[in-house]
């Protein structure tokens, strides 16, 4: 296998990581149920659960990662600290994620709107159906042009969707599994090099992909910036003006009690963010314009949880459970209004215009849909408005990681033990699992298939 990261038991026992099997089953008709696992904690134990388990939907082929499964990464390179960050060209491969002389400038949506979109759509149940039904209906109402096609394996990483379930696939059966917007299996390859499902002659020109919620494990894990980085090169495959947007899910709330979930996910915003940033280092060094950002649909349904709990969404009320009900269907899947502000989000990031005034799908209570609109639209274009959203450089992403994600990502699982574990691991620039140094000694790209 062409890559180093793929380590045998033993290196990994030696790393002295362990993954802990907690979080969310995403079972089928967007339900979940709960499973609490028993929790390595040898050595430093530095990654989370997953959002899975057992068979997927009916219509996907696509399963979750074992929880046993190799690490990610390589052994730790030499690198210890970033170099001065410089910007004059390609061959210095310093922290940064700005212009150079040789890569021109970035290909970014920035603020600019746009009135028509070709989306491919790949993740799990916090991004299914009725996620893009919804987003056709708002860009309908509000006459833009959208059009996409998915791919959706539940309770998957972007490994189960691109490798399958084996780190020696490099046919890529990952890419033929999951369900589609019709039926399940198509080649997703195929796809986005020369689409059959849009209009004749059309590409797609935006990925909309997200990670399993548990970021930490899935970084360390699951190798999500490579694999991130190979998905999106498919869409350039077919379009080199494609954008990707990586969509910030969220893990479990507690609802008689969401205050951990509030500052975890406001915290994990940065590492989904660190994820996107490390990608675009990987483009850079090799003098690409095209870029990733961050959607950040987790932190904007932070937002909508603030805003109801403190009585400013029309038509929401109640106890704390009874508001954060009309959210929430369970403790992470959403209702239709739920789903509907996660639409709302996404249609304003992959447009960059306002959902005010779009339809109320059916289904989804009309009382507080204006107030989701507004609070939808002011987070996106306050996120992206703001020039430093989501520009860190990967000593800020081991800091902050280090410092606030771990310990409100443990916590959140009811597993403080594994706050110090997961600190180190994250602090230390050599530790195997951890892609957020540059230069990386390791890093090399998965091959094109």
């Keep these: 296998m062409p890559r180093a990261f793929a380590s045998p038991p033993s290196l990994r026992l030696t790393a002295g990581l362990a993954l802990a099997s907690l979080l969310t089953a995403c079972p089928d008709g967007g339900s979940a149920t709960t499973t609490d696992a028993a929790t390595s904690a040898t ?46 060209d390609t061959s210095d491969t310093s922290d940064t994620t700005g ?41 309908a109402g509000v006459g833009v042009d959208l059009d996409y096609n998915q791919q959706i394996g539940i309770g998957s990483p972007i490994r189960v969707r691109t490798l399958g379930n084996s780190w020696d696939n490099l046919d890529w059966p990952g890419y033929r599994t999951g369900k589609n917007r019709e039926g399940d299996g198509m080649d997703v390859i195929a796809e986005l090099a020369a689409p059959q499902t849009l209009g004749p002659g059309e590409q797609y020109d935006t990925l909309v992909i997200t990670e399993r919620h548990d970021i930490l494990g899935t970084i ?48 994990a915003l940065f590492a989904w963010e660190c994820v996107a940033t490390k990608v675009n280092h990987t483009l850079e ?48 899947h959403l209702t239709p209004l739920g789903a509907y502000y996660a639409a709302l989000v996404t249609h304003a990031a992959v447009f960059r215009s306002s959902p005010v005034g779009a339809p109320v799908p059916q289904g989804v209570p009309a009382g507080p ?34 410092d606030q994600v771990c310990g409100s990502f443990w916590t959140l699982l009811g597993e403080p033990q594994n706050v110090g574990g997961c600190s180190n691991h994250f602090a230390n620039a050599d530790a195997e699992g951890n892609p957020f140094r540059w230069p990386d000694p390791q890093w090399t790209p998965w091959p094109a298939p």
């Design 99 to 139: 212009t150079s002389d040789t890569t021109g400038e970035p290909v970014d949506p920035g603020w600019a709107e746009r009135d028509y979109a070709r989306v491919f759509l790949s993740g799990h149940s916090l991004t299914d159906n009725p996620l893009a039904d919804f987003m056709l209906e708002i860009a």
């Design 43 to 88: 050595g430093d134990a530095s990654t989370g659960g997953s959002e899975t388990a057992g068979p997927t939907s009916a219509g996907s082929d696509a399963t979750s990662a074992p929880t046993t499964g190799d690490p990610t990464t390589g052994t730790g390179g030499t690198t210890t600290t970033d170099p001065p960050v410089t910007t004059s």
């Design 285 to 332: 060094a090799e003098g690409r314009p095209d870029r990733l950002r961050t959607l950040p649909v987790g932190a904007a349904l932070v937002h909508l949880v603030e805003a109801v709990l403190a009585d400013e969404v029309a038509g929401i009320d109640g106890a704390m459970n009874q508001k954060l009900d009309q959210i929430f269907n369970d403790n992470v």
């Design 369 to 402: 849909a204006a107030d989701l609109q507004q609070l939808a639209w002011d987070f996106v274009r306050g996120y992206y408005n703001d020039p430093a959203s989501g520009q860190h450089s990967m000593e800020e992403c081991r800091a902050f990681i280090s």
């Design 220 to 267: 360390q894990w699951e190798d999500t910036t490579g694999l991130l980085r190979h998905y999106h090169d498919r869409l350039i495959d077919g379009n080199p003006a494609g954008q990707t947007l990586l969509y910030h899910s969220w893990l479990d709330i507690d609802k008689s009690a969401p205050e951990g979930w509030i500052v975890h996910e406001k915290n």
